[in-house]
């Protein structure tokens, strides 16, 4: 049995140890139907232990509602099933200049509070051998908002994969996001973001990072 000074502590325990999202080896297992089920069950139970009537139309269908977006929307890249596919092709233009995906959406939540983070990410690479359709940076990025996280992770999982893909180190990974969990609770900070930057290769070249930066410091979020 766990006392309070043990639970008070391990609710302050921020950080995980790996890029991966932590998962249980079973996380899969159950159909998508399965998990709105049970998890309707269980807010059900939540809404009631604060006291709400579930029998007034406003409410009634909240459990339901709430158990869909947290599978097939708001948690929807969890399941490796929904990672997209990243198509390269041959760079036969021969460009080996900074291309720049920006201002790309970020909606995600904070694995801590499960409140949202909301933000933008910008995305660099100097092309070698493959380059990537535009399209798909945008889905990589939606894909791993699309889960519980920490900001930190979010930029690591997104330059690890657009490395492996393209195969070069050569990628830069900036997000800034305001946080609801600092906003709305807490120390309530309206005005505050954050900002993560993550990158590899050429980019730990300060003058090539600074280009970076100044193309997308006109930015707001």
Do not use: W
């Not at 409410?59 to 969890?78: D, H, Q």
């Amino acid at each position: 049995m766990k006392n309070k000074e043990q639970i008070i502590t391990e609710g302050d325990a921020h950080f995980s140890t790996s890029i991966k999202t932590p998962l249980r080896a079973d996380a899969f297992e159950k159909s998508e139907d399965e998990k709105i089920k049970n998890i309707q069950h269980h807010f059900k139970m939540i809404m009631q232990e604060m006291g709400l009537d579930l029998t007034d139309d406003s409410l009634s269908g909240t459990p339901y509602r709430v158990a869909k977006m947290y599978v097939k929307e708001l948690f929807y890249g969890l399941n490796p099933a929904n990672k997209p596919k990243l198509s390269t092709f041959n760079n036969k233009y021969g460009y080996q200049k900074m291309l720049i995906e920006q201002n790309i959406n970020i909606d995600s939540a904070c694995e801590h509070h499960f409140l949202p983070i909301v933000g933008h990410a910008n995305v660099a690479y100097l092309p070698k051998d493959k380059v990537i359709g535009l399209s798909k940076i945008n889905r990589l990025v939606d894909y791993y908002a699309l889960r519980p996280q920490v900001q930190e992770r979010l930029v690591l999982q997104i330059l690890n994969d657009l490395q492996t893909v393209l195969d070069t180190k050569d990628v830069i990974v900036m997000v800034t996001a305001k946080h609801l969990c600092v906003s709305s609770r807490g120390i309530k900070d309206q005005s505050s973001f954050t900002t993560t930057l993550e990158y590899g290769g050429c980019f730990a070249n300060a003058e090539i990072r600074n280009e970076f930066l100044k193309i997308v410091s006109n930015q707001k979020v």
